[in-house]
């Protein structure tokens, strides 16, 4: 093993004791240092990072998503040597649009579950059900929905444990009697359906597995198709990931309807939904004109009464 290997070895350990995850990271970086390997290079410089993020067949958000990973692990070596170069930031210009979230009514999340009918098999269709349901109710990501295990469940008190979150940090979420009611239901019909699962996860796949990400999202296309959804535009597309915003935008909503002041809340709903900050969460809520509007219309009636 290179000496290259041994120091991003070392560079994976430390980051994710940080709380990152790094699982792309760490494989990019091992193709960047089997290109180096290759061309008989041992140090990290400008002009090789920029010819393996040119490589063939990438996309302007491909070649920055491997630029920023390789510049996070050049200032590391850097600093244990600094013949190792940082590429600079802009060696490859890209401005990738972010996604405008897709913000699904009730109406939509009803269709959506009572889609799982076309799926085949009564657990699956059990299994869909409730996770759509549990994701709009809660704001979860789909990656700490499918990650659930049946000890995170206190369906005694109402309240779900997120563990092994994206930021490395574990929550309890409270939950509603009307969502205990539909988790204790799920889980009779499930352990009748399948009374011997190969998992302790709470959401079960047909086979009596955990489910996969991957056919969480491919399931979801099928549902989403079915139902008629369309593309708002060309950046609002209905992704499964859109039933979190859709949670965290229906909730600051709520708050305005009822005449409560959403700004000290904010740090609540960022809790609940495992933000690091709360600035993260304000970035959700800009997709929604109706939300815009009640919060000019509180700001006007404040203007108003100080003047």
Same mark, same amino acid.
């Given at each position: 093993?290179?000496?290259?290997?041994?120091?991003?070895?070392?560079?994976?350990?430390?980051?994710?004791?940080?709380?990152?995850?790094?699982?792309?990271?760490?494989?990019?970086?091992?193709?960047?240092?089997?290109?180096?390997?290759?061309?008989?290079?041992?140090?990290?410089?400008?002009?090789?990072?920029?010819?393996?993020?040119?490589?063939?067949?990438?996309?302007?958000?491909?070649?920055?998503?491997?630029?920023?990973?390789?510049?996070?692990?050049?200032?590391?070596?850097? &600093?244990?040597?600094?013949?190792?170069?940082?590429?600079?930031?802009?060696?490859?210009?890209?401005?990738?649009?972010?996604?405008?979230?897709?913000?699904?009514?009730?109406?939509?999340?009803?269709?959506?579950?009572?889609?799982?009918?076309?799926?085949?098999?009564?657990?699956?269709?059990?299994?869909?059900?409730?996770?759509?349901?549990?994701?709009?109710?809660?704001?979860?990501?789909?990656?700490?929905?499918?990650?659930?295990? *049946?000890?995170?469940?206190?369906?005694?008190?109402?309240?779900?444990?997120?563990?092994?979150?994206?930021?490395?940090?574990?929550?309890?979420?409270?939950?509603?009697? /009307?969502?205990?009611?539909?988790?204790?239901?799920?889980?009779?019909?499930?352990?009748?359906?399948?009374?011997?699962?190969?998992?302790? &996860?709470?959401?079960?796949?047909?086979?009596?597995?955990?489910?996969?990400?991957?056919?969480?999202?491919?399931?979801?296309?099928?549902?989403?198709?079915? !139902?008629?959804?369309?593309?708002? /535009?060309?950046?609002?597309?209905?992704?499964?990931?859109? !039933? *979190?915003?859709?949670?965290?935008?229906?909730?600051?909503?709520?708050?305005?309807? &009822?005449?409560?002041?959403?700004?000290? *809340?904010?740090?609540?709903?960022?809790?609940?939904?495992?933000?690091?900050?709360?600035?993260?969460?304000?970035?959700?809520?800009?997709?929604?004109?109706?939300?815009?509007?009640?919060?000019?219309?509180?700001?006007?009636?404040?203007? *108003?009464?100080?003047?």
């Amino acid at each position: 093993m290179s000496r290259l290997h041994d120091q991003l070895g070392d560079y994976l350990r430390i980051r994710r004791t940080l709380g990152y995850k790094l699982a792309r990271a760490e494989k990019l970086l091992a193709q960047f240092i089997a290109f180096l390997e290759g061309r008989g290079e041992r140090v990290v410089t400008i002009e090789n990072t920029l010819a393996w993020v040119t490589l063939p067949g990438g996309s302007g958000s491909w070649r920055a998503l491997r630029l920023s990973t390789v510049r996070g692990f050049a200032s590391y070596l850097h &600093a244990l040597d600094s013949a190792h170069e940082v590429p600079p930031a802009d060696l490859c210009p890209n401005r990738p649009a972010r996604a405008t979230p897709y913000l699904y009514s009730d109406q939509e999340i009803v269709a959506l579950m009572a889609a799982t009918a076309i799926l085949r098999g009564r657990l699956r269709q059990a299994t869909y059900r409730t996770l759509i349901g549990l994701l709009s109710v809660t704001g979860m990501r789909v990656g700490e929905a499918i990650r659930l295990d *049946r000890d995170d469940v206190d369906l005694a008190h109402g309240v779900l444990r997120v563990r092994d979150t994206k930021f490395g940090k574990s929550r309890e979420l409270p939950v509603h009697p /009307s969502t205990v009611q539909a988790l204790r239901g799920y889980a009779r019909g499930r352990d009748r359906l399948c009374p011997e699962p190969t998992t302790s &996860a709470v959401l079960v796949s047909a086979a009596g597995t955990r489910l996969l990400y991957c056919a969480v999202h491919c399931t979801f296309k099928k549902l989403r198709d079915h !139902v008629g959804l369309r593309p708002r /535009s060309a950046s609002c597309r209905p992704r499964i990931h859109d !039933v *979190r915003h859709a949670f965290a935008v229906h909730t600051v909503l709520d708050w305005y309807r &009822a005449g409560l002041d959403a700004q000290p *809340r904010m740090p609540l709903l960022s809790t609940y939904l495992g933000h690091v900050h709360p600035s993260d969460s304000y970035w959700y809520l800009t997709a929604a004109p109706e939300l815009l509007e009640l919060a000019a219309a509180r700001l006007h009636r404040t203007e *108003r009464g100080r003047s």
